[in-house]
């Protein structure tokens, strides 16, 4: 059962981001006893593309809460979650009782005997999923954690802390993409002497100090407008083939200059910031949503028709995958928006609700197969209902780009024009290039 759970629900993260891509595996040595500590933007979807991504069997701590139906229990088994109980969800009749400390303690010491035992574990230090633009202060327990486990082994696991950023292009939107960066490995081992001197002091400064490097690798702003805007000025002045990766580093660099430009020279942050506005304004009203796309060249005879053919193809299967499925996806975000309201949640209950939705509409649809033309081949209707599905989605991706391509094609063959954004673009990314040095 918790491999079927494992299974069916990697394939579903990585059906809604299949670009799912990892930075700085290479940092990591191998066998060491490691602990992840990302962010938290997108609920319990956190936690699967972690560990997707770096393609290790991943534990991590979880609420109380989660654990109290019996359907969650089983994921969250399958997972080798465990349970970390917060005042605010402990039942008010045992406060004071000193129960919450005692089953946290239970919890911290299968987190020992997991990092004695080499295995991966990850904790989101902010202790709670969110959409702000910045980290939330961070909890003590990884530090407290990752020294404990060194303490009971004499400092000689060689535990390392493993500060990483989890980007989303967009977390609520299917078939968008992911991206797990991870920090430089901070070693607990070498505390010793300071941990000996004083626990509670070595247990901040190293808590302090994962900040500090998360910070490096977190893209954050004072407000939400800023990092989005920041993120679409880093795409737009970068290599315009570099990968997801590159240009996550990127936003992160320029947010930290923009913020040593507007102390040291605030005219100069002014003037950028005022052109880069107006260059995104100039591309909404032309309807462009990548400035690289101007210099798109010819789409090939050959491409042209490889494309034609592909969905020529996959038409007749993603009719009846758009008429079988079109509904429950649809009804999915209704739901959803009635649902939640929280940024950081409505990525998790759009996977769960359309999968929920698709599977009930597929077995009642092979359900009527089976009633009219004969049962047995309810079970072949399911499948080829799910296979069409997947043909509508790809159909109508392919159908997307191509016509993109073809409408920047003849918006290109205004040359005046393609040429000035061009030239926009290639101003802009020398201010910015110039104000970072």
Known sequence: MHALVRWLTARLVRLYYPTLTCEGLDRLPKDAPLVFLPNHPNAL??????RLAVGMPVAFLAKSTLFDSAISRVALDAYEAMPVYRQRDLDPRLAGTGTLTDRNEETFARCRARLANRLPLAIFPEGTSHSDPTLKPLKTGAARIALGAEAEHAFSLGVLLVPASL?????????SSALVVLGPPISVAELRADYEKDERATVQALTERVRAQMDEVVAQAETRELLDGVARVAEWTGDPDA?????????????????????KDPERTARVTQKARSYTRMLRRLGVSDPWDVEIGSISASKAVRVTLTLLVLAPLAIVGALAGWLPYRFTGRVAARVTKDEDVLGTVKLLGGALFLAVAWAVESALVGYFIGWWLAPLAFVAFMGCGYAALRWDEIASESIEALRMMMFRSKADVSAALTKRRRELALEVQSALT
Not at 167 to 175: P, V
């Open 243 to 263: 990968g997801p990766a590159a240009k996550q580093a990127r936003t992160v660099t320029l947010l930290h200059a923009y913020r040593a430009w507007s102390v």
């Open 167 to 175: 980007h989303y292009e967009d977390k609520a939107t299917f078939r």
């Open 45 to 50: 979807l956190d936690p699967l593309v972690l």
